[in-house]
């Protein structure tokens, strides 16, 4: 009995306790469900669905005539989910299947219809519900598979999934490529224009809902969004295309008849500063060149000859030196104390005016013109290139600009022979865009501007942005000492080391460069040893400047080396184009007329041809109302005016007699005899001469006339 109760007490126990753990789990269900229930559910869709971003088209860089630079290209990715639609059987299905896998192969040509079919077929039978089937779709081939069997019928009932990407394109490829830029794929390395408007043409990321299914494999929920992405703003260039593609085909062709290492082109608007062209090629291993570093902007190199006119302008400036200047070029070798200074050939004559020793880019004659003005105070010297705002970083549109570096006197570096070698161009690191800024600012009358590369921010169609010019320096020096830069430049042209450049139809003005490449801690001694960069920088038309350009190439091969026969070519090019297309840098060729000019040899003929010449070019007629327009006309000349006598060879020939036709153009003469029916034999071409039938003789409808020119 006793142990009967003993096992009921235990019985009992475990029933009570059976109690407690239900409640307690009951409990535990009941808060569960109803006070962490929407804790728990949203606990729960992390590991099922997932919010992911989607970039924002990216905005479009464009040249300054609407032509696309930079654009973002849609691109898909395609996929099935073929369980999707439950009132469809495998047969069904597989009927379904094989049209899908026709037109995919039709439309995509990447893999033939049996191969889609099969991945089709396999991922039902696998119970997959998400097959990739292809990548980088275009749009309009995404259309045309959206009609397909099963597609048409779209995401729930077809299974169709499809996910947006976006590709950067250049429509021109490498044209301007360095300038325009790019973003590396991890978005760490920003270069040129992608890099800077990078925050304004990235636009809003938008969100979608991925879905995770069998195997772990995430799926768009929906084919819509749930927060739409906002497309990036667009940005206009200064570029202009067409001006681009001749400075870059110039510059190619020039490095590879050269076999040079590297080379670049930059043309600015004189007043604005705008960038209409750079370019920058490197030669690879290959032998290729390609757009690889914008040298333009970042490349500091010793600039040569080109730094001559900086240093003319601060010694022009301070009044130390002046154009008339005498100078002994010494045969084009002068000794600072251990160093010896040659000119690149021998001078054509020793004494020289200083204008003329810049024209013909003596080393020795710039150089002892300035240590004759700042050798006692080189410390004015340097001050005053510094004052020229010559070489400053400018705050670019674009990163990555190069830091100048121009030494100062009383520098730990400065030596006896710095003031002569920084006067011609050495120990001093310019870029090419800091030259040419500051030729740039000689042309603008002395106003130095920065250099622009975008215009205007577009959203939209619509400009919310523009960038106005910048001025840098309103007057890097007085007014008299650009004008006596200027004709320095245009000397050089003229009658200097660029000659070849000298335009009939517009006039240059520029400075040719040659300067030798530093190696290690020298710059080699003999010719095969020596690297050269050539170039020259100026600006166009000399008179109206519109346009200043800079060219560069960087070591190139052979015995061409100079600045004048290497990169001269190259602006020459650019310059002709340029002006041969843009009117407006034209003088119009009735904006003057020359009152002293004479009147030209006028040809006798008709009244009514001749009035209408002589009054276009504004000849005064004394007696022009002595005749009708009918009338054939002989022109006197007096003085600045002309006079008319009439003539009549309509008479003559009615009487049968042969008139004078001397004077006459060939138009009047066939107009008079062969409306006539006379048969007339010309020779030569411009005004009668000589007629074989000789005025007041007879002349009959069998005659030949035999008529000649006067050319």
Known sequence: MEERKDILKRVYLVYICCCFLALAILSRVFVIQFSQGDYWKAEAKKFMNKEQYIEAVRGNIFATDGSLLATSLPYYQIGIDPLANKNIDDSQFEDSAKGLADGLARILDIHAASEYLKTLLSARARGLRYQQLARNVTYNQLQSIKKLPLFRAGQFKGGFVFEQTNHRARPFRMLAGRTIGYISDSGKVKVGLEGAFDSILTGVRGKKVMQKIAGGVWKPLNNENEIEPQQGRDIVSTIDINIQDVAENALLNSLIEHNAKYGCVVLMEVETGKIRAIANLTRKDSGVYVEDLNYAIQDLEEPGSTFKLAALLVGLDDGLIDLEDKLNLENGEHTYFDRVMHDAERPRANNVTLLEAFEESSNVGISKAIVAAYSKNPKKFTDGLHRLSFGSNYDLQIPG???????????????????????????????????????????????????????????????????????????????????????????????????????????????????????????????????????????????????????????????????????????????????????????????????????????????????????????SINNKQATTSDDFVKVITTGKDVSFEKINPDQQLSNGIMPDLSGMGIGDVLFLLENRGYRVKLKGCGSVTKQSILPGQPINKNSDLIVELSI
């Open 401 to 619: 600009a190069g830091k100048a570096y121009i030494k100062n006197a009383g520098d730990d570096k400065w030596t006896g022979v710095s003031l002569p070698f920084i006067s011609i161009g050495y120990e001093s690191l310019i870029t090419p865009l800091q030259t040419l800024t500051l030729y740039n600012a000689v042309a603008n009358n002395g106003i130095m501007v920065k250099p622009m590369f975008v215009s205007e921010i577009r959203e939209k169609g619509k400009t919310i942005k523009t960038f106005d010019t910048e001025i840098i320096n309103p007057a890097i020096v007085k007014h008299e000492t650009i004008v006596k830069a200027r004709t320095l430049l245009e000397g050089v042209v003229k009658n200097g080391t660029a000659k070849n450049l000298n335009s009939l139809f517009y006039p240059v003005a520029g400075k040719t460069g040659t300067a030798r490449i530093a190696k290690g801690k020298g710059y080699g001694k003999s010719r095969n040893e020596i690297t050269y960069q050539a170039s020259f920088v100026g600006y166009f038309p000399a008179n109206n400047p519109k346009y200043s350009c800079i060219v560069v190439v960087n070591a190139p091969s052979g015995d061409v080396y100079y600045g004048g026969k290497v990169s001269g070519p190259i602006f020459k090019q650019i310059a002709d184009r340029v002006y041969a297309t843009e009117m407006d840098i034209h003088t119009p060729i009735n904006s003057t007329v020359n009152k002293n000019a004479e009147i030209p040899f006028i040809k006798y003929g008709s009244m009514k041809s001749t009035l209408l010449a002589l009054q276009g070019l504004a000849v």
